[in-house]
C-alpha cells in the first residue's frame, strides 16, 4: 500500500503540472498523511539539511565552468583540433563530432550543452559536405550523452549525494564505460555512413595540424588537468569544479582573449540560476528520500525485486530494463532522484558494488535523454539541425542500439567497470 501512496502521489502532482521537485515534496507529504505523523516542521528541516552538503559546492563551479568553457572559445577549439587531424577522412567530420563529444563531456558534464554547442558549429559543415543530416544530428546527440557518464559529471555528485557513495570513485569509474560509449559511436558511424556519397575536406598540412594543436593545447589540457588531480588526491571533486572555474576564466580571458569581462557576469547569473534548479531538487528529492526510507518503500521493493535477487548479473539486467523504461517517460533529473534512493537499499542487500551500479544508473539515465518523448537532447538537436523529431529518430536509431549495446555489455561484464577503476585508483 505504502508504494501506491508513494506512486500515485508523485504522478499525480506530475500530472498536474507541478515542477519535479514540488512534485517529490508532495509525494513525502502524502507519506506523512499515510503515517499519520504530519509535521511541517520536519518538512522544512529536511529540505534545509538536503541542501546542506559539501559535496554539492562542486555542481554550481563545474556548471560556472562549462559557461566559461563556451564563451572563451574552449569548445571551438576543441572542435578545430579535431578538423585538422580527422576531417579528411571519408566520414570524417561525423569522427570530428565523436571525438569533441568524449573530450568536452571531459569538460562541461552537460548533455543539452554539448550536443548543442557541437551541433552549432557541425552540423552546417555536414549539411553543406553532403551529410545525411537527420543521421549527423543522431550521431551528435548520441555523442551528447557520454557527457554525464565521463568525470565531471553533475550526475554522479548528485548520485553520490543522495546515495552516500563516494563521488571521487563514481568519477574514476565512469571514464572506460564513457570511452566504450564513444568507441561503439565511432564503429557504428563507420558502418552506417560507408556508403555515403559525400565531400571530405582536404587533407591539412602537418604544420597546419601543428598549429591546431597549439592552438588548442590549453583546450585540450583541461580534461587531463581535471581528472588527474583527481586522481593523485591534489584535489578533491568540489576543489576540482573550482579549479576548472579559475583555469576556464584564465585561458578565456588572458589567453584566448574571447571571453570580455563585462561578459561574466551574465554567465555567472545563469550558473547561479541552473545551480538553483538542480539543488532545490535535490533538496526535495533527499526530503522524499528520508520518508521513502522510513515507510520501509525500499524493503517492499526489494520483496517485488526478490524472485531475481538470486543473480547479480540477473538483477541488474531487470533494474537497467526498468529504468529503461522509466526513462521514456521521464526525464534525467526525476528518475535519478525517484529511484535511487528507492533501488540503493536494494543495490547494497544484493551484494552489488554501489559505484558500478551508481556508473550503470547514470549510463542508463543517460541513454534517456535521447528516448523519446522526453528527451531533451533530442529537442535540442531539433532546433539545432531544424529538423523534426521524426527525421531525427530515424537517424538516431542506429546509435541509441549501439549505447544500449553497451550497456547491457557492462551488465554482463562488470569488470569492465571494476577493474579499470582498480588501475586508476
Same mark, same amino acid.
Given at each position: 500500500?505504502?508504494?501506491?501512496?508513494?506512486?500515485?502521489?508523485?504522478?499525480?502532482?506530475?500530472?498536474?503540472?507541478?515542477?519535479? &521537485?514540488?512534485?517529490?515534496?508532495?509525494?513525502?507529504?502524502?507519506?506523512?498523511?499515510?503515517?499519520?505523523?504530519?509535521?511541517?516542521?520536519?518538512?522544512?528541516?529536511?529540505?534545509?539539511?538536503?541542501?546542506?552538503?559539501?559535496?554539492?559546492?562542486?555542481?554550481?563551479?563545474?556548471?560556472?565552468?562549462?559557461?566559461?568553457?563556451?564563451?572563451?572559445?574552449?569548445?571551438?577549439?576543441?572542435?578545430?583540433? &579535431?578538423?585538422? /587531424?580527422?576531417?579528411?577522412?571519408?566520414?570524417?567530420?561525423?569522427?570530428? &563530432?565523436? +571525438?569533441?563529444?568524449?573530450?568536452?563531456?571531459?569538460?562541461?558534464?552537460?548533455?543539452?550543452?554539448?550536443?548543442?554547442?557541437?551541433?552549432?558549429?557541425?552540423?552546417?559543415?555536414?549539411?553543406?559536405?553532403?551529410?545525411?543530416?537527420?543521421?549527423?544530428?543522431?550521431?551528435?546527440?548520441?555523442?551528447?550523452?557520454?557527457?554525464?557518464?565521463?568525470?565531471?559529471?553533475?550526475?554522479?555528485?548528485?548520485?553520490?549525494?543522495?546515495?552516500?557513495?563516494?563521488?571521487?570513485?563514481? +568519477?574514476?569509474?565512469?571514464?572506460?564505460?564513457?570511452?566504450?560509449?564513444?568507441?561503439?559511436?565511432?564503429?557504428?558511424?563507420? /558502418?552506417?555512413?560507408?556508403?555515403?556519397?559525400?565531400?571530405?575536406?582536404?587533407?591539412?598540412?602537418?604544420?597546419?595540424?601543428?598549429?591546431?594543436?597549439?592552438?588548442?593545447? /590549453?583546450?585540450?589540457?583541461?580534461?587531463?588537468?581535471?581528472?588527474?588531480?583527481?586522481? +593523485?588526491?591534489?584535489?578533491?571533486?568540489?576543489?576540482?569544479?573550482?579549479?576548472?572555474?579559475?583555469?576556464?576564466?584564465?585561458?578565456?580571458?588572458?589567453?584566448?582573449?574571447?571571453?570580455?569581462?563585462?561578459?561574466?557576469?551574465?554567465?555567472?547569473?545563469?550558473?547561479?540560476?541552473?545551480?538553483?534548479?538542480?539543488?532545490?531538487?535535490?533538496?526535495?528529492?533527499?526530503?522524499?528520500?528520508?520518508?521513502?526510507?522510513?515507510?520501509?518503500?525500499?524493503?517492499?521493493?526489494?520483496?517485488?525485486?526478490?524472485?531475481?535477487?538470486?543473480?547479480?548479473?540477473?538483477?541488474?539486467?531487470?533494474?537497467?530494463?526498468?529504468?529503461?523504461?522509466?526513462?521514456?517517460?521521464?526525464?534525467?533529473?526525476?528518475?535519478?532522484?525517484?529511484?535511487?534512493?528507492?533501488?540503493?537499499?536494494?543495490?547494497?542487500?544484493?551484494?552489488?558494488?554501489?559505484?558500478?551500479?551508481?556508473?550503470?544508473?547514470?549510463?542508463?539515465?543517460?541513454?534517456?535523454?535521447?528516448?523519446?518523448?522526453?528527451?531533451?537532447?533530442?529537442?535540442?538537436?531539433?532546433?539545432?539541425?531544424?529538423?523534426?523529431?521524426?527525421?531525427?529518430?530515424?537517424?538516431? /536509431?542506429?546509435?541509441?542500439?549501439?549505447?544500449?549495446?553497451?550497456?547491457?555489455?557492462?551488465?554482463?561484464?562488470?569488470?569492465?567497470?571494476?577493474?579499470?577503476?582498480?588501475?586508476?585508483?
Amino acid at each position: 500500500m505504502t508504494v501506491a501512496v508513494f506512486t500515485f502521489s508523485l504522478l499525480g502532482a506530475m500530472a498536474l503540472g507541478m515542477p519535479i &521537485a514540488f512534485a517529490l515534496l508532495v509525494c513525502g507529504a502524502a507519506l506523512m498523511v499515510f503515517q499519520g505523523q504530519v509535521d511541517t516542521t520536519i518538512l522544512s528541516q529536511k529540505l534545509l539539511e538536503g541542501a546542506d552538503s559539501f559535496p554539492l559546492l562542486a555542481i554550481p563551479f563545474f556548471m560556472l565552468a562549462g559557461e566559461l568553457m563556451n564563451a572563451g572559445g574552449i569548445s571551438k577549439r576543441i572542435v578545430n583540433f &579535431a578538423l585538422a /587531424w580527422v576531417g579528411h577522412l571519408r566520414g570524417g567530420l561525423g569522427l570530428v &563530432a565523436i +571525438f569533441a563529444s568524449v573530450l568536452m563531456a571531459a569538460i562541461s558534464g552537460s548533455a543539452a550543452a554539448d550536443a548543442a554547442a557541437i551541433g552549432a558549429m557541425l552540423i552546417p559543415m555536414m549539411r553543406r559536405a553532403g551529410y545525411n543530416v537527420p543521421r549527423s544530428a543522431g550521431l551528435i546527440a548520441a555523442g551528447g550523452v557520454i557527457a554525464p557518464v565521463i568525470p565531471p559529471s553533475i550526475g554522479l555528485i548528485v548520485f553520490g549525494v543522495i546515495a552516500n557513495v563516494s563521488i571521487g570513485k563514481l +568519477f574514476l569509474a565512469g571514464i572506460f564505460p564513457g570511452l566504450l560509449m564513444g568507441l561503439s559511436l565511432l564503429l557504428t558511424w563507420q /558502418w552506417v555512413a560507408r556508403r555515403d556519397n559525400v565531400s571530405v575536406l582536404p587533407r591539412q598540412t602537418m604544420a597546419a595540424r601543428t598549429r591546431a594543436g597549439i592552438d588548442g593545447i /590549453w583546450a585540450l589540457l583541461m580534461p587531463l588537468g581535471i581528472i588527474g588531480g583527481m586522481k +593523485f588526491g591534489i584535489f578533491t571533486p568540489t576543489e576540482a569544479g573550482v579549479a576548472a572555474c579559475v583555469y576556464a576564466f584564465a585561458v578565456g580571458v588572458f589567453i584566448y582573449r574571447e571571453l570580455p569581462l563585462r561578459q561574466c557576469y551574465g554567465l555567472l547569473v545563469s550558473a547561479a540560476k541552473s545551480t538553483a534548479v538542480v539543488v532545490f531538487l535535490i533538496a526535495a528529492a533527499l526530503v522524499s528520500a528520508w520518508l521513502i526510507t522510513t515507510s520501509e518503500v525500499p524493503q517492499q521493493v526489494a520483496a517485488m525485486l526478490k524472485p531475481f535477487m538470486f543473480n547479480r548479473i540477473v538483477l541488474m539486467f531487470v533494474i537497467m530494463l526498468l529504468v529503461v523504461i522509466v526513462g521514456t517517460a521521464l526525464d534525467f533529473a526525476p528518475t535519478l532522484m525517484i529511484l535511487t534512493p528507492v533501488l540503493m537499499p536494494v543495490v547494497r542487500e544484493a551484494g552489488i558494488d554501489p559505484v558500478y551500479f551508481g556508473v550503470m544508473f547514470i549510463m542508463n539515465n543517460a541513454i534517456g535523454l535521447i528516448t523519446p518523448p522526453v528527451g531533451i537532447v533530442l529537442n535540442v538537436m531539433c532546433g539545432v539541425s531544424k529538423i523534426s523529431m521524426g527525421e531525427l529518430m530515424k537517424g538516431l /536509431w542506429p546509435f541509441l542500439w549501439a549505447e544500449l549495446f553497451v550497456l547491457l555489455l557492462l551488465v554482463l561484464f562488470p569488470a569492465l567497470v571494476t577493474v579499470p577503476l582498480k588501475w586508476l585508483s
